[in-house]
């Protein structure tokens, strides 16, 4: 019904940037809130940053002033730019999006991306 692809996740070094893109396909009428998550090894998945229909934005207090989420409404699609990577960034990342469909509300998740960051 509703398919959420990620890409852009990878190994870079402490200090390097990585783009993560997540197109949303399927039945959609309109898609509200997007977001980012992530899950490293042994914790529960947080939230990263989220961004409104409205482009307001909200951000984890860890990657504040290090990442930004933007959307393009024509594409369906959000993104992650993430800037001056640190280790403890390393998970997997997950987008979200709460949306509505043809057959009414629906909120959908990605498959998840790697990112892994060296020091």
């Known amino acids: 019904q509703v398919q959420l692809v990620e890409s852009g996740g990878g190994l870079v070094q402490a200090g390097g940037s990585l783009r993560l893109s997540c197109k949303a396909s399927?039945?959609?009428?309109?898609?509200?809130?997007m977001g980012w998550y992530r899950q490293a090894p042994g914790n529960e998945r947080e939230l990263v940053a989220a961004?409104?229909?409205?482009?307001?934005?909200n951000y984890a207090d860890s990657v504040k002033g290090r990442f930004t989420i933007s959307r393009d409404n024509a594409k369906n699609t959000v993104y992650l730019q993430m800037n001056s990577l640190k280790p403890e960034d390393t998970a997997i990342y997950y987008c979200h999006a709460d949306l509505l469909t043809a057959r009414g509300p629906y909120a959908s998740w990605g498959q998840g991306t790697q990112v892994t960051v060296s020091s």
């Open positions: 399927g039945t959609i009428v309109r898609i509200n809130a």
């Open positions: 961004i409104t229909s409205g482009r307001t934005t």
